[in-house]
Nanobody
């Protein structure tokens, strides 16, 4: 079964750091664009950062200079290093990736990771 599995710490004080990981498992032939989204209570899900298969990155303005997205193509794994965290970064974080499998090419979502930043 093809899936994206997230892992990482989820509780930190303001100013601290967390690192999230997301691994594509199952019969995956190729991983294309990947990204991290987040959804805070009462708000729409937003794209936080994205990375292409060649390593080009993009960030929402609110996390520029604080978050770093990266990937290890050999491990089919996506990372999000989050530094200088603020209470407003509290949200459920989801990874997303376009995967090529025996069923064709489609986008998959991770299970979501609650990140809580206390003040």
């Amino acid at each position: 079964q093809v899936q994206l599995v997230e892992s990482g710490e989820n509780l930190v004080q303001a100013g601290g750091s967390l690192r999230l990981s997301c691994t594509a498992s199952g019969s995956v032939f190729r991983v294309s664009d990947m990204g991290w989204y987040r959804q805070a209570p009462g708000k729409q899900r937003e794209l936080v950062a994205s990375i292409t298969s060649s390593g080009s990155t993009n960030y929402v303005d609110s996390v520029k200079g604080r978050f770093t997205i990266s990937r290890d193509n050999a491990k089919n794994t996506l990372y999000l290093q989050m530094n200088s965290l603020k209470p407003e970064d509290t949200a459920v974080y989801y990874c997303n990736a376009e995967l090529m499998t025996s069923l064709g090419r489609r986008r998959y979502w991770g299970q979501g990771t609650q990140v809580t930043v206390s003040s």
